[in-house]
């Protein structure tokens, strides 16, 4: 899940966590649901995400916040959600991996992708528009995108970009910001926290709807105004190498469970053990049994580098990632 403790905080990495690892042998391991088994490591360079078919994660799709005032202007929705229509994981993580491999510029990503979608606002209004950012890239470019359009429906734009959302999201509500790219249930939680205490009970999950519909109502009484969510994610999500991947023959965390019954090795963050959305929820949720776990980074070089390497089975990632295109 995308968030000011996810995404922005820096991880120390941590030694290596004990655990015990199968011996090798030089069978080759059935693709098949009957052969669970201690799976091994399969090294190889392009790395895949596993369906999180269960829903472990919190949704969190890419959706547009709009201070409550600036969204009587009926143009500014209406522009955005023409983003949320044609914005998906797949596409996010191709943006992504313009910027962060390739190294294009934000402002040159989003105004390729407006115009290669030949999105359009709807209609046109005017006046001026600031578009705030998380001190991201991936955020940055969507606000990028964001502005491109508006600017289409005949307003002036700034985008700006502002820090975290303990920064960003006073200065949404108080009209200091008109628009930011979101991200549902990480906006949802972090409203109902500051609207209900910090050990309120939980109301984003892995339903994007249920998400949405909580999301709205925590807005409204906020002053925040939410659009159409895009179907983009960017969570948490466990990846394997493709050469894994064939060799076993998975796709989703529970082919993953039943093929590998016997246990897999894992590799994240150092908190990872004791997280309800990471080792505990692969435990929990999937009835995955791990038998090693390695401490690495939070979904960064060293978690990827694990995983094509052949240190590791499963890695924690984050699902919009550039290099997982």
């Known amino acids: 899940m995308r968030s000011t403790t996810t995404a922005v905080a820096a991880t120390a990495a941590a030694a290596l966590v004990l655990g015990a690892c199968s011996p090798t042998t030089d069978e080759e391991p059935e693709a098949s649901a009957s052969a669970a088994a201690v799976c091994e490591p399969v090294a190889g360079e392009a790395l895949v995400v596993l369906a999180d078919d269960l829903l472990l994660q919190n949704s969190d799709n890419i959706i547009p916040a709009i201070n409550a005032e600036t969204a009587l202007d009926p143009a500014v929705g209406a522009a955005l959600d023409e983003v949320s229509l044609v914005l998906d994981t797949e596409t ?75 920064t960003v999201m006073p200065a949404l509500i108080s009209g200091e910001l008109d628009v930011v790219p979101e991200y549902a249930a990480t906006a949802a939680e972090f409203l109902n926290r500051a609207a209900n205490g910090a050990d309120a009970e939980a109301v984003a999950s892995g339903d994007i709807d249920e998400t949405t519909v909580a999301l709205y109502a925590l807005g409204n009484d906020a002053g925040v105004t939410f659009g159409r969510a895009a179907a983009a994610q960017d969570q948490n999500a466990f990846a394997t190498t493709q050469a894994f991947a064939d060799q076993y ?44 776990f390695n401490t690495y980074d939070v979904g960064g070089p060293l978690t990827k580098a694990a995983l094509t390497q052949g240190e590791v089975i499963l890695g924690l990632v984050f699902s919009s990632d550039g290099a997982l295109g």
């Open 249 to 292: 023959g998975v796709t989703t965390l529970s082919e993953l469970a039943e093929v590998c019954g016997e246990g897999i090795s894992l590799g994240g963050p150092a908190e990872c053990p004791e997280r309800t959305f990471c080792q505990i929820g692969l435990e929990e949720t999937y009835g995955l049994t791990i038998t090693q």
């Open 92 to 166: 996010l993580i191709g943006l992504n991996k313009r910027t962060d491999i390739d190294f294009e510029t934000s402002v040159d990503v989003a105004k390729d992708f407006v115009a290669s979608n030949e999105i359009s606002a709807p209609f046109e209004s005017g006046g001026d528009i600031v578009v705030g950012a998380f001190n991201f890239s991936e955020s940055i470019t969507l606000a990028e995108i964001y502005g491109e359009v508006l600017r289409d429906a005949g307003f002036t734009v700034e985008v700006r970009t502002v820090g975290n959302r303990e």
